[in-house]
């Protein structure tokens, strides 16, 4: 490489020619592919927006005018750009940044965004701030047309568009969210796109920008050439970038929606270095739920733009058919969709992951739980792990099981899930969540239970003196916590919890005639959590409660046996713990 080891800052480009720029590009991809193919991240949004982030830097001064990036999904060239080659580089630099942007690494990035929608509230602001303060910068956001399905860029555009002053939204168009794109505002992108930005109907006019079409969004020269035309402009102007999702690698240009992220590769062949092979939950609940609508035509499931997270690829959509359906990047929408769906008489599952439910609390609470209606919510992914501080899933429990109505479950065996999903869809009494396990675990002498039958918990094993009342993921945590107590001499009673919303009050009087000490684990954060309802139980009696689970806290990329060690959450720990007290 040749220009991309003499960039440190975007001062470094100012006086590069279209030649060297073009060369600059194509070392980009390079570096990005490298950092992807050796610890995965986000592949085709930044192949696709390297000559974006090229020209940008080149007209622009950031950090004096701001870019937003809306996701970060595009950002690594913008973090090469400025100062953080070496995050793409070498894989000691690799572990020193994060994917997404964050102002602790740069001054060049003014956010920590890793969901998506937000990046034109947050320039809109920035610029509201400016000219308060009579400043004079811009203000850029860039985001991209699988942005616009989500409720809070829509809204950022309205309000942007009547700010009266300098902001630049760039709308990165490269027909794609992470899989297909849905929802009626993208045939205005199509008729956009076909009429090359002269169509008489335009979104984007209509809310009163500005509007450039830019047809060659990877041409370098055409895009020097409109940015410089827009820069300082004095009201809000709207860039409509055509770009290729993938530029640049084959596979990414072919597979789009493949490649929008991966793990490691090998770059030569596109193959995955990590074995997704056996069992796992996403199969199973899909089988499930497909023998489901075979038989009753009435259930249906909804996804809010994420269908690779369930592993729902273009061929099970295809199989699905008129019962599936893609809302959209739009998680809000979504809890409201299948609220209203259970109302009409269906049975509609909404898949969502634990970091992204976090949109959803007032859909939850008013358009689902104060209604009753019978919808099923499944939570992927939720529990304590070492994912960067954007894509958290510790904060679910806390948040839905402390909302009046809704039944949230959390299973620990394969059988249980199916049991507590099947009687999700068919009951009529209550929304139910249920948290989709982490591990594959089978109990082949399983017993249906009625759910019905509100917060009553599973007795596992019978003892005294300590209980352990070990819920969802954390079922073999329980199992080995009670086997090294059990080496103490001491014999521990196990419990289920099965519902993470409420207190079995008859088998906690219970416990108090032979135990003196009750355990609560649990994958998630512990304030708000599940723990605490047992231990205000028990606050006013002898029966002392230790609490296991993650502090309230934002961590970025921590190991999970580290996390563990630090939340006490090893065996090993919780025992030393438990002998403590007693």
């Keep these: 490489m040749t220009y991309i080891e003499k960039i440190s800052s975007p001062e470094d480009i100012k006086n590069l020619s279209i030649e060297e720029l073009t060369s600059l590009a194509s070392e980009i991809r390079e570096a990005v592919l490298n950092r992807d193919s050796l610890i995965g991240g986000h592949v ?71 969901h998506t929608s937000t990046a034109v509230s947050l320039a809109t602001g920035l610029a509201k701030a400016r000219d308060l303060k009579n400043e004079t910068h811009n203000i850029i956001a860039v985001l991209g047309d699988g942005s616009l399905s989500g409720g809070e860029a829509l809204e950022g555009l309205s309000n942007a568009a009547v700010l009266g002053s300098n902001i630049l939204i760039i709308l990165n168009d490269n027909e794609m969210s992470i899989a297909e794109n849905h929802g009626g505002l993208y045939h205005n992108l199509r008729t956009l796109r076909s009429t090359k930005g002269t169509a008489s109907d335009n979104l984007f006019k209509a809310l009163g920008f500005n509007y450039h079409y830019v047809e060659e969004g990877n041409d370098l020269a055409t895009l020097l050439n ?37 793990v490691p590769f090998n770059l030569q062949d596109g193959t995955p270095k990590i074995s997704f092979e056996g069992e796992n939950f996403n199969d199973i609940t899909y089988n499930f739920l497909n023998q489901k609508i075979k038989k009753d035509p009435s259930v249906v499931i909804v996804n809010a733009g994420t269908p690779g997270v369930f592993g729902l690829t273009e061929e099970r959509r295809t199989a699905l058919g008129k019962n599936y359906v893609d809302v959209g990047i739009a998680e809000e929408h979504g809890v409201a969709f299948t609220s209203a769906l259970a109302k009409g008489g269906c049975k509609p599952v909404f898949m969502v992951m634990s970091s992204f439910v976090q949109r959803t609390y007032d859909q939850l609470s008013q358009d689902l739980a104060l209604n009753k209606n019978p919808a099923v919510i499944l939570v992927a992914w939720g529990g304590i792990s070492g994912a960067d501080m954007t894509h958290l899933c510790t904060f679910d429990i806390p948040l839905i099981s402390n909302i009046p109505n809704l039944v949230y479950l959390a299973p620990q065996t394969v059988e249980e899930y199916l049991d507590m999903l099947n009687w999700g869809l068919e009951q009529q009494e209550h929304p139910v969540v249920i948290r989709m396990p982490k591990s594959v675990i089978h109990n082949p002498n399983f017993k249906s239970f009625d759910y019905e039958k509100l917060n009553t918990y599973d007795v596992q094993q019978s003892g005294q003196k300590v209980a352990i009342i070990s819920a969802g993921s954390f079922y073999s945590l329980g199992k080995e916590v009670a086997s090294l107590l059990e080496e103490k001499g001491i014999h521990p009673t196990l419990i289920n919890p099965r519902y993470l919303t409420g207190l079995d009050v008859d088998l906690l009087e219970k416990l108090k005639e032979n135990h003196s000490l009750v355990l609560t684990l649990e994958d998630g954060e512990l ?30 990329r921590v190991p999970l046996e580290e996390l563990y060690k630090k939340y006490h959450l090893t065996p090993e720990q919780i025992v030393q713990d438990a002998l403590n007290i007693l």
């Design 226 to 262: 409109v940015f410089k035309k827009v820069k300082d402009c004095t009201s809000p102007t709207l860039l409509h970038i055509r770009t290729l999702k993938g530029k640049g690698y084959p596979f990414a240009e072919e597979n789009k929606e493949r490649w929008h992220w991966s």
């Design 44 to 114: 085709g949004p930044n192949l696709g927006i390297v000559e974006v982030a090229i020209a940008l830097h080149k007209v622009f001064n950031s950090p004096t005018d701001k870019i937003v990036w809306d996701v970060s999904h595009q950002c690594y060239p913008h973090k090469i750009l400025t100062g953080r080659k070496e995050g793409f580089l070498t894989e000691a630099g690799m572990q020193e940044i994060s994917g997404y942007t964050n102002p602790d690494e740069s001054k060049h990035d003014h956010f920590k965004i890793g």
């Design 527 to 556: 304030d708000g959590g599940f723990g605490e309802k047992i231990s205000r139980f028990y606050a006013s009696t002898p029966i002392k409660t230790l609490c296991f689970g993650a502090f309230k806290e934002f961590t970025d």
